[in-house]
């Protein structure tokens, strides 16, 4: 084993019901084969970690027992066990959605559906909202000096948008449509750029987050609580909203032909599906779970210049405030990508 301290605990927010985050000294166990710690450095904010503070659970999977929260997070490796050749003080994004590598999902390659998969922060699986973390170097990607450690904590969810794209089939010359400012809605704006769409169209319901789309790249921004869409023969459609009424208005907007792709978070079932005319017209209607191998595209995107992550940061938050970061998004709309600094 490579390493320098290991500690045996380390601090770390642990949710044990709706609303009762604890900042808890938890066990840190020594990497074992295969495995680095990494000393956090920063862990941002998702939708996800919101719904499991505020609710107790995300979509179907339920808080049963204490977690550690956070699944977006970057840091320094400090420790190594054996077989691993990264490098004590390599810097890192962590990958937190780990298949088992050995069914035929994984070992076809889309170990996103591994049906015995595990992601940081994902109950039962603590997190990394924690001063360090155990995790396979399979799982850990360096970060190029151009990217800043902080910033590495962007990385999963711009992987989220690399994904999302290479789902949706965006090709140069594309007309695209993306419903949600969201973070992941403006990642995906950035990344259909990249790819060569000709034209990017971004929807949501708030001013601030359709400004900072418009500023980092959307070519155009329409605001669907004042304004109708008008959007015709648009080549693809990639839902990130969550929102039923959204994917029913950008499949409208669609011409033949074309995809719809839905990304945001979806309720268990959907009532209204316009099957026929997705037939009448041909329009594929596909998902997006996640990632497979699209930390390094999303690692050289940041690296190039071509996606623009620091915009996306609208607060930092120390380790103590974690249940202040927690709400902030909801409390004021305007933040886009909250972080939270372990070490600070």
Excluded at 8 to 18: E, F, Q
Aim: glycine share 12%; aromatic share 4%; with cysteine.
């Amino acid at each position: 084993m490579t390493m320098t301290t290991i500690p045996g605990s380390t601090r770390a927010a642990v949710l044990h019901g709706p609303e009762d985050l604890r900042i808890e000294r938890v066990p840190v166990p020594p990497p074992g084969p295969g495995e680095v710690l990494v000393a956090v450095d920063a862990v941002g904010v998702c939708g996800s970690d919101m719904h499991y503070f505020a609710d107790g659970r995300n979509g179907g999977n339920v808080l049963r027992q204490p977690t550690v929260l956070g699944h977006e997070a970057s840091g320094v490796i400090t420790a190594a066990g054996e077989e691993v050749r990264l490098p004590i003080g390599a810097r890192v994004a962590i990958e937190p959605a780990i298949g088992c590598g050995d069914c035929p999902t994984c070992r076809s390659g889309r170990y996103n559906l591994c049906p015995a998969g595990t992601c940081f922060g994902s109950p039962p699986t603590d997190g990394t909202i924690a001063e360090h973390v155990v995790a396979p170097a399979r799982a850990v990607h360096r970060l190029p000096e151009e990217i800043d450690t902080e910033l590495g904590a962007l990385i999963e969810p711009l992987a989220v948008a690399v994904w999302a794209a290479r789902r949706a089939g965006i090709r140069f010359g594309h007309r695209v449509l993306v419903t949600g400012a969201g973070p992941i809605g403006i990642l995906v704006a950035q990344v259909a750029r990249a790819a060569g769409a000709a034209e990017v169209v971004v929807t949501d319901v708030n001013d601030d987050r359709l400004g900072k789309a418009a500023e980092l790249g959307a070519t155009a921004t329409v605001n669907t609580a004042t304004h109708t869409l008008g959007l015709t023969a648009m080549d693809r459609l990639v839902e990130c909203s969550g929102h039923p009424g959204a994917l029913w208005q950008g499949i409208q907007a669609l011409g033949p032909g074309a995809r719809a792709t839905v990304v945001g978070q979806a309720p268990p079932a959907v009532d209204g599906l316009p099957l026929a005319y997705l037939q009448r017209w041909e329009i594929d209607l596909s998902t997006a779970f996640r990632y497979a191998n699209a930390f390094p595209a999303a690692i050289a995107l940041a690296s190039s210049g071509r996606v623009d992550l620091a915009g996306l940061v609208t607060g930092r938050f120390p380790l103590d405030q974690t249940a202040v970061a927690l709400r902030a998004p909801g409390r004021d709309p305007r933040h886009l990508k909250v972080v939270i600094r372990p070490a600070a």
